[in-house]
């Protein structure tokens, strides 16, 4: 009879998460089969399958996007940040958990504070400030712009993550020689692949896939994101969705292979992560 119960019980639940996964996936289905058909099919029945295969959209959006350019300038963007938010992140939080000191205990609380500002609020002090700092409209603006929004949550995951290396592993390099710089960079900084790894993919996902702030801090053409150029097939007056769907999925792909790739690793990271609170 338990067994009955608990198989009953656990068909019913694989049955749940079927359907909130069908839930899930729909949006996808109506981006991709929509991505390759012509305006007037899409109208008419976005939910059936096309008639015809209209591979025109893509080469289309490649031409009128320039989608190597942008893509450049989505992953110059997305590198340079992720490689700063990862030194600088993993430097202070390694610093806040060795050195705790009040001052340290008052930057982390600080940190953490930060994470529950809307980025609403601060983005019209945010355009002035870049302004004056003239760092609207390059990209090196916006990758400083990305180390200040994203730091706080990357610290605090650090943070985290380095309450879990035993103190014995450091001060074993210390008495055998190691600088506190050669004991980051030799024995903790390695030791952190599972959270980096976590970071840099939660990292991505979120810049790749920005628009509110690259739209502030970009206004050449030469310098949009895929985000950015997407939206242009959307007018006041017109919506052009055959191909700004054929542009959607030129701009998730990359980042979803990425996601795919690397995936296993956040549960690891944040498990990891919060071991010692």
Not at 4 to 30: D, H, I, K, N, W
Not at 61 to 69: A, G, H, N, R
Request: hydrophobic fraction near 55%.
């Amino acid at each position: 009879m338990q067994t009955r119960a608990y198989s009953g019980r656990t068909l019913l639940l694989e049955l749940m998460a079927l359907v909130l996964a069908l839930l899930f996936l729909a949006p996808f289905y109506f981006v991709i089969v929509n991505s390759f058909k012509s305006f007037g099919d899409l109208l008419v029945n976005s939910a059936n399958l096309p008639k015809s295969l209209h591979f025109e959209n893509y080469s289309r959006v490649w031409e009128i996007t320039q989608f190597p350019k942008v893509f450049t300038n989505s992953l110059i963007i997305t590198v340079a940040s992720n490689i700063g938010l990862v030194l600088i992140s993993s430097m202070a939080a390694y610093r806040m958990v060795r050195v705790p000191s009040r001052l340290n205990k008052l930057l982390l609380l600080g940190f953490v504070s930060a994470m529950v500002i809307p980025f609403q609020s601060v983005m019209i002090p945010l355009v002035r400030v870049a302004d004056w700092l003239n760092l609207m409209d390059n990209r090196l603006g916006l990758v400083i712009c990305y180390f200040g929004f994203g730091v706080s949550l990357n610290l605090f995951l650090y943070h985290g993550f380095i309450k879990s290396i035993p103190l014995e592993v450091e001060e074993s390099a210390v008495v055998d020689g190691c600088s506190p710089f050669g004991v980051f960079w030799r024995i903790v900084f390695p030791l952190l692949k599972p959270m980096t790894v976590t970071i840099v993919l939660l990292n991505s996902l979120w810049i790749w896939n920005d628009f509110l702030l690259p739209l502030l801090i970009l206004s050449s053409p030469d310098l949009r994101t895929i985000p950015l150029a997407t939206y242009s097939f959307f007018g006041q007056y017109t919506k052009q969705w055959d191909l700004a769907l054929a542009g959607l999925v030129l701009s998730v792909t990359p980042i979803v292979i990425f996601f795919l790739a690397m995936q296993r690793h956040i549960i690891e990271g944040i498990t990891a992560g919060s071991v010692k609170g």
